[in-house]
């Protein structure tokens, strides 16, 4: 619309220097008795091309005037939009320091929920504008993390070993359910099976095939070799289930099994990760060493059944990952229900002052899943364990989260 104006206003300008240049002699007469004013040709184009200007310049000067009250609105609008912004900010910062910084303690008690958080947001936002109808709320996933992956060449936010004193509490399970929820709240999450000798991961997620290794080249022309995952439903696994036949055995000493766990770690093309999770074997400190030799891991979830016997033996895989300098995210109880007891592992987890994470109950529907390996479908399905399990997925990053507002995580040096 403005070009076309443009045009006309200078088609009447071109118009006007025409008859100028053929200097036309022509006139326009108005009469009106007994007045009579003589116009020459010139002048008349002269006066409608002044007048059009005139006239556009005024009708562009009235619409900027009528847009004014909207441009003060939207200005208004822009204001309060920063200033909810900035409000939010305060209701988290306010929520996140009066239950984590106050005191370490209360740290290791607050598992806020996202239902807690958002109510006080909401609250803070409706008394800093009462006129505001609806406050809409969605959480995504921002993983904060030690990138302790930095030191040894990854990019991984967070490495959290699955552990226990014995064998058969459901560690692997409580592993790959962990991992796939971390998924389902929108992390990048990858599982690496630590149990050399036997590893059920792959059964599990019904992950198989032999993981490609290909070649990649440094900016300096070096030439270096990493294993590619294989993929469960968009997790990023690695085990040595992959590398062996189901019936083949793995016989090893000490040193051999370093450097398979080694090169698992390091050598795997994890890519970025939010979380990597570990399960670990049953029993001794062997493969937790290895792991906190190479990586800064954010913590331990260490996995018992509320039984005594067991109990015992959760005690001992504590004071394990403490020796090695692991940090205890905390307890979770497995098979919770009438065959082994319930409240078992809360009591144990208070006694010995580690966080206590939450129960799963013992459900036919999570043996027949893992025998079937679809241990994902858990998250995919309706049944009785999925919200327990994303709550204890919560409850672990929450610990993290908390942990890290304690002890920011230190620049890394990254390395190939
Ligand atoms: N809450 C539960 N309800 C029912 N069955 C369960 C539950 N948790 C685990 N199981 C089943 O218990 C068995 C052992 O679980 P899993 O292999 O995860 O234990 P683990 O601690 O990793 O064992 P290992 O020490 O041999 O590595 C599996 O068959 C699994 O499906
Ligand atoms: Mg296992």
């Not at 108005?30 to 040709?41: A, G, T, V």
């Not at 598992?111 to 709320?137: G, H, S, W, Y």
């Not at 099976?193 to 070096?222: E, K, N, W």
Request: charged content about 15%; aromatic content about 6%.
């Amino acid at each position: 619309m403005r070009a076309a104006l443009w045009l006309l206003a200078l088609f009447g300008v071109a118009v006007a220097a025409a008859l100028f240049a053929g200097n036309n002699q022509g006139t326009i007469t108005l009469y009106w008795p007994p007045y009579r004013i003589d116009f020459s040709l010139n002048m008349v184009v002269l006066l409608l091309v002044t007048s059009f200007v005139t006239v556009y310049a005024a009708l562009r000067a009235l619409a900027a005037l009528l847009e004014l009250p909207h441009q003060a609105r939207r200005w208004r609008v822009q204001q309060k939009e920063r200033a909810m912004h900035s409000a939010m900010l305060d209701a988290l910062t306010h929520m996140l320091a009066g239950r984590f910084i106050r005191s370490r303690k209360a740290a290791l008690s607050a598992l806020v929920k996202e239902e807690t958080l958002a109510a006080a947001v909401r609250r803070e936002i409706q008394v800093a504008f009462p006129d505001i109808a609806e406050v809409r709320i969605t959480f995504t996933a921002d993983v904060k993390g030690k990138n302790s992956g930095g030191n040894v060449g990854l990019k991984i936010k967070n490495v959290i070993a699955v552990g226990s004193g014995k064998g058969g509490v459901g560690k692997s399970t409580v592993a790959a359910s962990l991992a796939y929820a971390l998924q389902h709240f929108g992390a990048k999450v990858g599982l690496m099976d630590a149990d050399v000798y036997g590893p059920s991961i792959p059964h599990l997620v019904g992950a198989q095939g032999q993981p490609a290794i290909r070649q990649f080249q440094t900016p300096d022309g070096r030439t270096f070799e990493r294993i590619e995952p294989i993929l469960a439903d968009g997790l990023k696994v690695m085990s040595m289930g992959f590398m062996v036949g189901a019936d083949q055995a793995v016989i090893w000493r000490g040193p051999m099994l370093h450097k398979a766990l080694t090169q698992f770690m390091q050598q795997t093309d994890w890519g970025d990760l939010d979380y990597l999770i570990v399960d670990m074997p049953p029993g001794t400190g062997d493969v937790a060493l290895t792991l906190s030799q190479m990586v800064s891991l954010a913590g331990a979830v260490v996995v018992c059944t509320p039984q005594q016997v067991a109990l015992l033996d959760a005690g001992k895989a504590i004071s394990m990952f403490h020796t090695v300098k692991i940090p205890i995210l905390g307890m979770v109880e497995n098979m919770t229900g009438e065959i082994f007891g319930r409240g078992g592992a809360k009591a144990k987890a208070q006694a010995m002052g580690v966080p206590f994470l939450g129960e799963i109950p013992i459900d036919p529907i999570i043996r027949i899943l893992g025998d079937e390996g679809r241990i994902g479908a858990l998250f995919t399905t309706e049944n009785s364990v999925k919200q327990p399990l994303l709550d204890i997925a919560s409850n672990v990053a929450m610990r993290i989260a908390a942990e890290l507002l304690e002890n920011p995580a230190l620049p890394t040096l990254e390395i190939l």
